[in-house]
C-alpha cells in the first residue's frame, strides 16, 4: 500500500483549482466522465492500444483528453504524468481488475477512497468478518460440504461477476462440479429477490443522514441481469437441464432499475450505516461509493452475500439522477456526487479525507 504520509504529500503539490479526474475507459467511466465535467472538472481517459470511436457517439461523456497504453501494467509507469497532470484517479471496479489488487494499492497517484479496503473486501473470510462484525446477516455459511443439505452456491474465491459458480443441493451435486484445485467458500442459496443497494459514504459532509463521522447517502439500487441463470426457468427444471448439460451461470450482463418498498428503507439506512462504522473501526474508513449486494426474503429479511467498495456499474442506469437522488438533488448521478465530493474537499483543503 502506497504509504500515507506520502501520498499526503503528494496531495501538497496538487493545484487543487485545476483536479483533472482520471480512469480507465470501461465499467462506469461515461457517467464519472460526465459527473465529473458537470462539477467543471477536466477528465482524462485511461485507454488501451487506440482512442475508443465509441466515446464520440457520447459528446458529453467523453473525456476532454485520452492516455493511451498498451497494456493496464504499464499505469504504474505513468504516475509521474498523472501527477504532472494534476490527475487524480477514480477507481472502478475493471480499474482494479485490470491493474491486479497488489498493483492498484501501490500506484502513485491520488486515488479516490480507501484502497486499505480491498483486503477486506477481496477476501472472502475478512468480508464475512466485516459485515457481520456490523450485525449484517449474511447467507449461511457452510463449512463442510458433506453437510451440505439444502441448495448452496459454491464460489470460488477471486471469481469476478458471477463467473465459475454452481449450485448443489447436496454432496454428490457438490462432488460432481467441484475443481479441487480452486479455493472455494459455501453459502447457503437465498430464495428472495436481489437488490444491489447504492450508497455514497462522505466522510466530510455535515448535513444528512448522520454518523458517527460524515454522513450516509442512498442514491439508487438496481438488480443485475444475470446469465443463464434469470432465463432458465424457460427451459424447465433444473435436473432435467443438467441432463441436457446446461448449468445455471450468473455472468452479468446488464442491470434493470428498481425501487425498493418504501417500508423496507429504514433498514436500507440501517445496513449501510453499520458498514461504514464497522469499516472506520476496521481499517479507517471505505468512502465514497459502495455497493451492498442483496436478497430480500418473503420474511422481508435482507441476507447480503457481497460488499462492492466503489462504483457499481448498476449506477449507469442513472446519469441523471435516480428515484432517491431526486430528493437529495436532482440530476445527481454517483458519478457526479464523486466529482461534488472531489470539489468540496477540494475547496475546504480537505483533499486527503478523501484520497490515499
Ligand atoms: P457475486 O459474485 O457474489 O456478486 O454473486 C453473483 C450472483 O450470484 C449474484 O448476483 C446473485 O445472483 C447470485 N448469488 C450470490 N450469492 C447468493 C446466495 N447466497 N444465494 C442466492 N444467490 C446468490
Not at 470460488?156 to 451435486?173: E, L, T
Not at 429504514?266 to 445496513?271: E, L, N, R, S, Y
Request: proline share 5%.
Amino acid at each position: 500500500m502506497f504509504p500515507k504520509e506520502k501520498m499526503q504529500h503528494l496531495l501538497e503539490e496538487y493545484d487543487p483549482k485545476d483536479i483533472v479526474i482520471a480512469t480507465v475507459c470501461s465499467h462506469s467511466s461515461l457517467q464519472i466522465f460526465h459527473g465529473a465535467r458537470m462539477e467543471g472538472f477536466k477528465t482524462l481517459g485511461i485507454a488501451l492500444k487506440e482512442q475508443p470511436r465509441h466515446y464520440d457517439a457520447f459528446p458529453l461523456a467523453k473525456p476532454d483528453d485520452f492516455l493511451i497504453v498498451d497494456s493496464y501494467q504499464d499505469i504504474p509507469g505513468l504516475a509521474d504524468e498523472l501527477v504532472a497532470r494534476n490527475a487524480v484517479i477514480v477507481p472502478h471496479g475493471s480499474f482494479v481488475e485490470y491493474l491486479g489488487a497488489t498493483q492498484f494499492q501501490e500506484l502513485k497517484v491520488p486515488t479516490f477512497g480507501n484502497r486499505a479496503v480491498l483486503e477486506w473486501e477481496s477476501d472472502r473470510e475478512k468480508e464475512r468478518e466485516w459485515l457481520e462484525g456490523a450485525g449484517i446477516s449474511m447467507p449461511q455459511k457452510v463449512t463442510d460440504p458433506k453437510d451440505i443439505d439444502k441448495p448452496v452456491l459454491v464460489k470460488y474465491h477471486g471469481a469476478k461477476g458471477g463467473r465459475g459458480f454452481f449450485i448443489a443441493k447436496d454432496y454428490s451435486d457438490f462432488k460432481l462440479g467441484i475443481d479441487w484445485n480452486e479455493r472455494y467458500s459455501i453459502q447457503e442459496y437465498v430464495m428472495g429477490t436481489r437488490y444491489y443497494l447504492h450508497y455514497f459514504y462522505s466522510p466530510i459532509r455535515e448535513e444528512g443522514y448522520k454518523l458517527s463521522k460524515g454522513t450516509l447517502e442512498m442514491l439508487s439500487l438496481d438488480r443485475r441481469d444475470e446469465t443463464n441463470i434469470d432465463e432458465m426457468y424457460k427451459l424447465g427444471a433444473q435436473e432435467e437441464l443438467k441432463r441436457l448439460g446446461i448449468f445455471p451461470s450468473f455472468v452479468v450482463t446488464g442491470n434493470v432499475p428498481l425501487v425498493i418498498r418504501e417500508s423496507l428503507l429504514p433498514k436500507v439506512f440501517q445496513m449501510g450505516a453499520a458498514v461504514v462504522e464497522k469499516s472506520l473501526e476496521l481499517f479507517g474508513g471505505m468512502l465514497g461509493p459502495f455497493c451492498l449486494e442483496s436478497i430480500v426474503t418473503d420474511k422481508l429479511e435482507f441476507k447480503v452475500f457481497e460488499v462492492s467498495s466503489r462504483i457499481v456499474a448498476g449506477t449507469n442506469l442513472y446519469p441523471s439522477g435516480s428515484p432517491y437522488s431526486d430528493y437529495v438533488e436532482p440530476g445527481m448521478s454517483t458519478g457526479r456526487r464523486i466529482g461534488r465530493e472531489i470539489k468540496e474537499a477540494a475547496e475546504r483543503g480537505l483533499l486527503t479525507e478523501i484520497f490515499t
